[in-house]
């Protein structure tokens, strides 16, 4: 199967998603300035999972871009990741009615976990399919995955464990830090280093 119609679906589904993260927030009550400045934790909350899913499609995308045929597990696995990523949304709402609860913060740490580890389960199976050996080749690959999952899902771990325990805020923080990771182009410094 081309590749085509799922990369379409998938931006589409997370259009759609990014959207609903607005509709999840909260009116001000009362409309005043304390009311508005009262929602500083829900709308910092939304604006890190905006640009944190934006992070995600760009990575999705540069992923993407060599591949030319997909396989059904592929497809799947993308259902799969859209799955999770749909949840996002909820566990924001629920972030944005308790910003101080230790739970409503793991929620979304969960949340968060459960679309990394279904991003990487669909970059692994991407790799796969790829055709061109010579552009990606296992050894790189394995370096590029390590460097790049291993430290983001640690974060991500950190913070939901500090959530639960200490900071209900760290889990905030953590996907901050992460998303700030996975900014970093890694495969330039793989290549500045093999060269």
Known sequence: MGKERLAAFMDAVLAIIMTILVLELPKP?????????ALRDTYVC??????WLGTMWINLHN??????IISRKVVWLGIILLFVTSWIPYSMSVVAAYPSSKLAMV?????VLLVTFANLWLSVALYQCHVDIAECNSHRHAWF????????ILIKLIGVVLAATVYPAA??????IAMMWMLIP??????????
């Open 186 to 195: 890694i495969d330039r410094l793989y290549k500045g280093k093999s060269e």
């Open 145 to 152: 995955m390590r460097a790049k999952y291993i430290p983001d």
């Open 171 to 176: 889990m905030i923080i953590a996907v901050l």
């Open 46 to 51: 939304y604006i890190l999972s905006f640009f």
């Open 107 to 111: 929620l979304y740490g969960v949340s």
């Open 29 to 37: 009550d009362p409309m005043t300035v304390e009311g508005v400045l």
């Open 63 to 68: 992923e993407w871009h060599h591949i030319q």
